[in-house]
């Protein structure tokens, strides 16, 4: 059995490759060959990079936008509703100091 010393390389050499590997003519056999990187690994990178990454919350449908849109409303109402009251409070204490 021939056992040889893994070989690491950095993730900036496996971005480059996958991109590379993407964008050109050449088969992805002939990249990984010109690279001198065996093909199963240059699959393995395209596999592993060129995946989008998908996150575990649930995407957000137009019915989840519109209920957060009628909740930031109703809290931009109630702000404004605050702020004016306190601007009437402000302008009442300062009138009564004078």
Do not use: C
Not at 41 to 68: G, Q
Not at 83 to 91: E, I, T
């Amino acid at each position: 059995m021939n056992q040889e010393k893994q070989k690491i390389y950095s993730a900036e050499f496996r971005a480059s490759a996958v991109k590379l590997a993407n964008e050109s003519d050449q088969s992805i056999a002939q990249t990984a060959k010109d690279l001198g990187i065996n093909v199963n690994t240059l699959h393995t990178w395209i596999s592993k990079y060129s995946r989008p990454k998908t996150s575990d919350k649930a995407v957000r449908t137009d019915e989840h936008l519109y209920d957060e849109l009628k909740r930031l409303k109703k809290e931009v109402a109630r702000l404004t509703e605050e702020r004016d009251l306190l601007k009437k409070a402000a302008a009442y204490f300062a009138r009564e100091q004078r």
